[in-house]
């Protein structure tokens, strides 16, 4: 579904529904412990046509997605390991 069909179903312009989209996950991901996390997997996958590619890490024993980030080089990698 595409931003604008979303601003329709709530009745709000999408520049007031992403900040508070923002808050929210910030605070959730604040809250998240992934010191028990012993393996991890990465996929890449294609956001769209062309090369936008978005790598999704994941906790192999949980099944549980830890991050999502655009992109597919090693920069994506190195962020990756810094935050986490």
Known sequence: MKRGK???LVGEHDTRLWPVLHHYVDE??????YSDVDK???VETLRRRGHEY???FMDMDKRK???VAEGKDHEVLDDFKQIY
């Open 28 to 33: 959730a991901r604040s809250r998240e412990d």
């Open 40 to 42: 991890v997997g990465c």
């Open 6 to 8: 979303k601003t329709l």
């Open 54 to 56: 978005v790598s999704i």
């Open 65 to 67: 997605v830890i991050s």
